[in-house]
């Protein structure tokens, strides 16, 4: 696996300890196999991560796993969700071309970027995606972890302000306008998959 380039970006201890677990697993090969995989062998990320499913060649994504950080920031579970039927509602737009770049260049993928409440308040984050393959070493999953200096707990209290954007190379990825309204658009999104 190509971790070079990532890993001297990478800030967290944390998703550097992330890094290297999955560069064992690949095991020479250019990047792990989905297989091989436990979601409990990186117990300190497992709230902060999210695994999607790549489905047929990356034609959709399913949403296998979503941590409670990740919940708590967009204000539902989008486990066993599917991309597509959330763009269909307008929500989540900005993640596809994520998800195909590391799904296509089969490489991980470090993104800082910050999330901003209603009320300005803002913290600096750190995503990384990294690819698992199958047995024919097509990209079949992709793994998402994410380091704040905020626990989810402190994350919970600024819900208070409202969701937050999630701002990626200054690209917001989820942008609620209504906080109540963007949550339950998303809700009733994923009731429909």
């Known amino acids: ?64 796993l979503f941590g409670n950080f990740w ?41 800082p970027g910050k999330l901003v409440w209603p009320n300005q308040k803002s913290i600096s984050y750190e995503r990384l995606l990294l690819p698992f393959s199958n047995n024919d070493g097509r990209v079949s999953l992709i793994l998402a972890a994410a380091h704040c200096d905020m626990t989810v707990e402190d994350l ?5 302000c409202g969701l937050p954007q999630l701002v990626i190379d200054g690209q917001i990825i989820h942008s609620p306008s209504n906080a109540k309204t963007n949550a339950n658009q998303l809700a009733a999104a994923s009731s429909l998959t």
């Open 1 to 64: 696996m190509n971790i070079t380039a990532t890993s001297e970006r990478l800030v967290h201890a944390d998703l550097a300890r992330l890094v290297k677990y999955c560069d064992a697993l690949a095991a020479g090969r250019p990047m792990p196999r989905r297989e091989d995989f436990r979601p409990t062998d990186v117990r300190w990320m497992i709230g902060k991560m999210y695994m999607i499913d790549v489905l047929d060649d990356g034609a959709d994504y399913c949403f296998r």
């Open 71 to 111: 919940q708590t920031i967009y204000g539902v579970d989008l486990t066993g969700r599917r991309l597509s039927a959330l763009e269909a509602s307008g929500n989540l737009t900005a993640l596809r071309p994520v998800y195909d770049a590391v799904a296509k260049t089969r490489e991980p993928l470090f993104q």
């Open 156 to 160: 919970v209290l600024y819900r208070g």
